[in-house]
C-alpha cells in the first residue's frame, strides 16, 4: 500500500516533469516525436531490489540531463539551459529520496523494524511541537 502510493506519485512527477520537456520544445519551435519505450519491470524479488532499481534509473536520468547541458553549452542554447538547470535541481532531490529509501530498506533487513521507527522519530527532532527533541 504505502510503496504503491510512493510509486504513484513518483509516476505523477515523472509525466509533469516530461511534459515540462514536451512544451519546452513545442514554444521554442520544435517539433515532438513520441516513439515507444521498452515497458518497465513488473516482478521483484524484493521492496530493495524496487528501492536500487528506482536509484539506479534515477542516476540514469541525471546522467542524460547533465549530457543535454553539455550540449546546451555547447550549442550556446541559454534557454535550453535555463530548463536543464531547474532539472538538475530537481534531480538532486530525486537521487536524494531513492538513496534514502534503499537505506532505510536495508536498515530494515539488517535490524529489523524498530531501528526505522527510532530513525523515523530522530528525523522529527525540533520539530514545532517539541516532539522527539532531546531530555
Not at 510512493?6 to 519551435?29: C, I, P, S, T, V
Not at 532531490?93 to 530494515?108: M, S
Amino acid at each position: 500500500m504505502g510503496f504503491g502510493h510512493w510509486m504513484r506519485l513518483q509516476a505523477d512527477e515523472e509525466r509533469e516533469h516530461a511534459m515540462k520537456f514536451y512544451n519546452f520544445l513545442l514554444d521554442a519551435g520544435g517539433r515532438v516525436q513520441l516513439k515507444a519505450i521498452a515497458a518497465p519491470d513488473t516482478e521483484w524479488k524484493s521492496n530493495i531490489e524496487v528501492a536500487e532499481q528506482v536509484a539506479e534509473h534515477e542516476a540514469k536520468v541525471t546522467a542524460s540531463i547533465h549530457a543535454l547541458y553539455e550540449l546546451g553549452l555547447k550549442e550556446k542554447d541559454y534557454a535550453a539551459q535555463i530548463l536543464l538547470q531547474w532539472f538538475i535541481t530537481e534531480q538532486v532531490e530525486e537521487e536524494k529520496n531513492a538513496t534514502e529509501l534503499v537505506a532505510k530498506l536495508r536498515l530494515i533487513e539488517e535490524r529489523g523494524t524498530a531501528v526505522l521507527m527510532l530513525d523515523h522519530r530522530l528525523s522529527k527532532r525540533g520539530g514545532e511541537d517539541g516532539e522527539g527533541e532531546e531530555e
